[in-house]
């Protein structure tokens, strides 16, 4: 039972380089979310997907993209990294009126 | 715009007592809503929800109770253990609208043995 799985653990990246944040769940949920956890801060929702080849923004989408080609896929990609994007990602996943369900996390540094 | 509040960021009670952690939310369109809890290092983990339709949804140790009108609700936790110890978030969404799951900026609950 995998559940959603989030790649990497952790990562340091340099000024001006770009990653991508990796998230897969097994569980055939529709429904994708990204969020970042700041210090002493709540989960801010980056973007999300409610099906393959459908993503919308959330409240903080500024300086990251997103694609959802497949239902089991939602990767995260980071553009010219910048010191403000050091922080927690969060993956979830559900289905419309359930609860959520979310990966382990990504703990990204810029400097 | 924080859609979901929760006014206290931190709440201490001594194991064996009641632990009540509130929220509260602004967007009327909410009609889902959940707990969940976290730990360091650790992704949330769902705890319970509650539709709108209810007003008391009640699982073990943990009970919600949703005051539609004043836009509140509220998480009991008794009796508390020195293994609730972690942060609490509340997250909501609009089944009928937006997909969004929005969360507050959680309550880190400390249980005193």
């Known amino acids: 039972n995998a559940g959603v799985t989030q790649t990497p653990k952790f990562r340091i990246l340099k000024i001006g380089q770009s990653m991508t944040l990796q998230c897969t769940q097994d569980m055939n949920h529709n429904y994708m979310y990204w969020y970042r956890q700041d210090p002493g801060m709540g989960l801010k929702l980056i973007y999300y997907s409610v099906g393959a080849g459908i993503t919308d923004k959330g409240e903080v989408p500024n300086g990251y993209n997103v694609s959802r080609s497949t239902t089991e896929d939602f990767p995260l990609r980071l553009e010219l990294a910048a010191p403000s994007q050091t922080s927690v990602y969060f993956c979830a996943s559900r289905e419309l009126g359930t609860e959520a369900f979310f990966g382990q996390g990504t703990r990204l540094t810029v400097v | 715009d924080q859609q979901v509040k929760q006014n206290s960021p931190s709440l201490s009670v001594q194991e064996g007592r009641i632990s009540i952690l509130n929220c509260d939310y602004t967007?009327?369109?909410?009609?889902?809503f959940l707990w969940y809890k976290k730990y360091p290092a650790e992704g949330p983990t769902f705890l319970i929800s509650i539709s709108s339709i209810k007003d008391k949804n009640e699982d073990g140790r943990f009970t919600v109770f949703l005051n539609k009108s004043a836009k509140h609700l509220s998480l009991h936790i008794v009796p508390s253990q020195p293994g609730d110890s972690a942060v609490y978030f509340c997250?909501?969404?609009?089944?009928?609208?937006?997909?969004?799951?929005?969360f507050g900026k959680g309550t880190k609950l400390t249980v005193n043995p």
């Open positions: 997250a909501a969404s609009a089944q009928g609208g937006s997909e969004k799951l929005v």
């Open positions: 967007n009327s369109m909410f009609d889902y």
